[in-house]
């Protein structure tokens, strides 16, 4: 071992003093403590004001400015009592993580003092200054100031010194810049169809809520290897690096017990996400050696959302206290499994009822039949729309491997549930449907679910499984930020939901009752959305075939991928459901590809400077020293005798000039192949080419390098090595 990388790896694992989590108390004391919640608000609100804000959140309506000033102040006397300084609005662009801006509470009093301030209008939507409308373009569009506004069903709470305020993000003129405003029109449209498809069940149901349960994979590396591997730092994941010859095939990581050093990180972040109201649950080992996962309690879709983005910070400033670096990279590591961050959906009623888990009379049961089924509809009319939700430049690593989930996007639904929906499909349209209770019960809807809510078939090849009361999307990869799968999925089930109704309805005006109406169009959608039905293995390549064969997605370019969203009958639904105009669409498309090319284009870099810097350079050292020894052989030996001897030493030198000379060459290629795409103007064939022509590169030249990493002498090899990183101590 390299005597720099020795001293690396060994001050690793050094003994290191583990931080104390800190509040040895029951959760339940200090839940929350960071966050404005309504038990805060009822404390420092004046009533009214209190009940006008609850107002809001149950009608949706904006805040009224005079409101919007009860509530800061109220804001800002409780913060300020915890010892903030600063307020910052906290949101969600389109780029990566959140963004925030922070300024000091302090204002001139006019008396040549300083006073504290927070003031109302710091935090409703401001009507923005007509003079100061951007025109021109979308791309100018973007480039041009947004501003932010407070969400208000997303409370305020304090990091540090700072009074966070999570915000939309919108432009002047009125396009969205962000994640949120877009999940939250998805979410009031999907909410808007689904309470409508509720009344043909229920009379009492005012309002439906989406949920969301996410479950954060990630991986830690210990701090001092993680800062010498200059890939790992500039492009979260390790673009060389020869598989560790002991990595998953145990199985050992995902059954074993937690190393303490990860056990006292996971209680203080757990701690830090509970003060700052993140519901933690569920902590565990993943499949991978060094890979865990953190899930909380579902929550309402959009704070679900906000406190992911929330906890990923914390995730990252924890692990530095304790010495790790949290990687949240698809796939930092080849050969081992990746990250993903597994999306648990479901509909709620305000009374309590979960619109896709089985209930115990009939028409529950067609209850649940219905939403089941549209939420089949709306994965198969925008099936490929589904995948360019959750596709990146960093996500497309994942997909498509011998691991989950594959690049298609199918659903599961379990012996069961495809027992019942086949039933439902295959009985006649004239049949008339007795059901549990009455005489002639023909289709036993009811027995069937019961069983199904302890569902444990699982089947983790599916992208998109039925799990007995929800849907899982399980694409979405673990530095994504959830919304942008909501999104389409909460708007595709609004469309599907509204259009359904629509067709229920006109039966009904043309005669019919209710009842068959309702199944006779879920006959005909079983059938459509067949399929993407799927509950085979969804690795295999029969599968593949079999998926083209029904016309599902199976496209694998990313940036041809992101097509998708402009596709006719994309754009249809979201200006449908009013969730984003084409504009939009059109803009955010350019985001997408620009920040794909970047990422392949910065990798391409690091990748070119180790080569050269590092790779090359320490392949020939090591070379140079087999060619001493071999021209002392010869100077010591008769020429045949020194033939022999000198054999296996002029094979390896023979092999590491056939690699360095590919990595020199292929570089250089490489670095050509850039110059002349980055020419291109259009950036979306620019992301198509550095796909198609530059990321090809960085696959082969790693071959290249994984095998000198294998041939070169332990002691020369100055990059830590994947046995290294993948095994904290
Ligand atoms: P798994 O067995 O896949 O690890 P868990 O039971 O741990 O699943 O749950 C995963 C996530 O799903 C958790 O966040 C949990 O709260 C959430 N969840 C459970 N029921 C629902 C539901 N009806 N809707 C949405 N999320 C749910
Ligand atoms: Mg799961």
New binding site residues.
């Given amino acids: 071992m390299s005597r720099l990388r020795f001293k690396v790896v060994e001050e690793a694992f050094k003994k290191r003093p583990i931080p104390a989590a800190t509040p040895n108390e029951r959760p339940s004391r200090y839940y929350a403590k960071y966050v404005f919640n309504h038990e805060k608000m009822r404390k420092y609100l004046p009533l009214e004001a209190y009940q006008r804000y609850c107002a809001t959140l149950d009608s949706g309506t904006p805040l009224d400015l005079p409101t919007a000033d009860l509530i800061a102040q109220g804001m800002k006397q409780w913060a300020i009592e915890m010892g903030a300084t600063h307020c910052t609005h906290w949101f969600q662009p389109l780029t990566e993580g959140t963004a925030e801006k922070h300024d000091a509470f302090v204002e001139h009093d006019g008396k040549g003092g300083m006073i504290e301030e927070l003031s109302g209008k710091l935090l409703v939507q401001q009507e923005p200054d007509a003079s100061s409308f951007p025109n021109g373009g979308i791309r100018s569009t973007f480039e041009a100031r947004g501003y932010s506004a407070w969400d208000p069903a997303s409370p305020v709470f304090l990091i540090g010194d700072t009074l966070m305020i999570p915000t939309v993000f919108i432009s002047y003129t009125g396009e969205a810049l962000d994640y949120k405003a877009p999940l939250k029109k998805s979410l009031a449209a999907v909410n808007k169809a689904a309470l409508e498809v509720c009344q043909y069940f229920y009379d009492d149901v005012r309002k439906v809520q989406t949920?969301?349960?996410?479950?954060q994979e990630y991986f830690l590396v210990d701090e001092g290897l993680y800062a010498a591997r200059p890939d790992l730092l500039l492009t979260g994941r390790t673009l060389m690096g020869h598989d560790s010859a002991k990595n998953q095939q145990m199985d050992d990581h995902y059954f074993g017990a937690i190393p303490e050093r990860v056990a006292e990180f996971m209680k203080d972040l757990e701690i830090q996400a509970l003060e700052l109201g993140i519901p933690c649950?569920?902590r565990h080992n993943e499949v991978a050696p060094n890979q865990f996962?953190l899930?909380?309690?579902?929550e309402e879709c959009n704070l679900a959302v906000d406190h992911n983005m929330l906890l990923v910070s914390l995730m990252r400033n924890v692990a530095r206290k304790h010495g790790f670096r949290c990687l949240l990279h698809e796939k930092p590591f080849a050969g081992i499994n990746g990250s993903g961050k597994?999306n648990?959906?479901?509909l709620?009623t305000d009374t309590g009822i979960?619109l896709?888990?089985p209930g115990k009379t009939p028409e529950e049961n067609l209850r649940f039949l219905t939403f089941v089924v549209e939420t089949l509809m709306a994965v198969y009319r925008h099936n490929g729309l589904f995948k360019a939700s959750i596709v990146s430049a960093t996500n497309e690593h994942r997909l498509g491997g011998n691991e989950a989930p594959p690049a298609i996007i199918s659903s599961f639904l379990g012996k069961q549930l495809s027992e019942f929906l086949d039933k439902v499909e295959h009985s006649t349209a004239d049949e008339r449907f007795y059901l549990a209770g009455k005489q002639g019960m023909r289709l036993d809807i009811p027995e069937i679910p019961e069983i199904m809510v302890d569902n444990t078939d699982?089947n983790r090849t599916s992208p998109f499984a039925f799990?007995?009361?929800?849907f899982?999307f399980r694409a979405i990869g673990s530095s994504a930020n959830c919304a942008s799968a909501m999104i389409v999925l909460n708007t595709a089930v609004a469309e599907a939901l509204t259009d359904f109704k629509r067709r229920v309805d006109a039966l009904i005006r043309s005669g019919r009752d209710k009842m068959s109406a309702l199944l006779e169009i879920l006959r005909d959608d079983i059938r459509t959305s067949r399929p993407v039905h799927f509950d085979g293995n969804g690795y295999s390549a029969e599968w593949r075939a079999e998926a083209e064969r029904r016309g599902l997605d199976c496209e694998t370019s990313c940036p041809i991928i992101f097509d998708r969203y402009l596709d006719p009958e994309s754009i249809r639904m979201f200006e449908q459901m009013n969730v984003m105009r084409s504009d939009e669409l059109r803009a955010r498309n350019e985001i997408k590809w620009e920040t794909y090319f970047k990422k392949v284009q910065i990798e391409s870099r690091v990748l070119g400077d180790l080569c050269m810097n590092h790779i090359i350079p320490v392949a020939t050292r090591y070379q140079t020293v087999l060619l001493d020894n071999v021209s002392k052989i010869q100077a010591a030996f008769p020429a045949e005798q020194a033939a022999r001897l000198s054999a296996y030493n002029i094979t390896l030198i023979e092999k590491i000039n056939k690699h360095t000379d590919f990595i020199v060459n292929a570089v250089e290629d490489m670095v050509e192949t850039r110059k002349t795409v980055n020419k291109m103007e259009d950036i979306r064939e620019l992301a198509i080419a550095y796909h198609d022509r530059v990321a090809p590169f960085l696959t082969s030249i790693r071959k290249h390098i994984d095998k000198l990493e294998l041939i070169v002498e332990d002691e020369m090899w100055t990059l830590p090595k994947y046995r290294e990183l993948l095994f904290i101590r």
């Fill in positions: 949920n969301l349960g996410w479950e649950k569920t996962e899930a909380p309690i579902y597994h648990n959906w479901s709620t979960i896709h888990a699982r799990t007995g009361n929800r899982e």
